[in-house]
């Protein structure tokens, strides 16, 4: 690892908060039209699947409630197979991911680090 885990658990932090902002007040519909938005909306996931496999193994380990692999897969998608991205699967990380995992990432900030 180049950089400290605190970097990398922070940039999944900051960019969950900027998913937050851009699109919290957004239906699906809106979102999927405001392509703008759409597109920092998946950059912030790539980010964070990208920082998400920088966390050691051993650490996801201890947080098993976490879909590790699944969000590291998204940022294979988005970096990979763009061209594939399904704007539902999109929504549903917004709606249902983020803040179980922004939750777990404050916890392991605050004991493990």
């Known amino acids: 690892m180049s950089r400290q885990l605190s970097l990398y658990l922070n940039d999944i932090l900051s960019s969950i908060a900027k998913i937050q902002i851009y699109a919290s007040h957004l239906s699906y519909e809106e979102l999927v039209a405001d392509e703008k938005t759409l597109d920092a909306v998946t950059h912030n996931l790539l980010i964070i699947g990208e920082a998400t496999k920088q966390i050691p193994d051993t650490l996801r380990e201890q947080y098993p409630q976490i879909p590790w692999q699944q969000i ?7 970096a990979h197979a763009y061209f594939t991205i399904n704007p539902r699967i999109i929504w549903n990380v917004i709606q249902q991911e983020l803040v179980p995992l922004q939750n ?6 605050q004991t493990e680090i």
Do not use: H, Y
């Open 104 to 109: 777990c990432i404050q916890i392991i900030l």
């Open 72 to 78: 590291a897969g998204i940022r294979d998608i988005i």
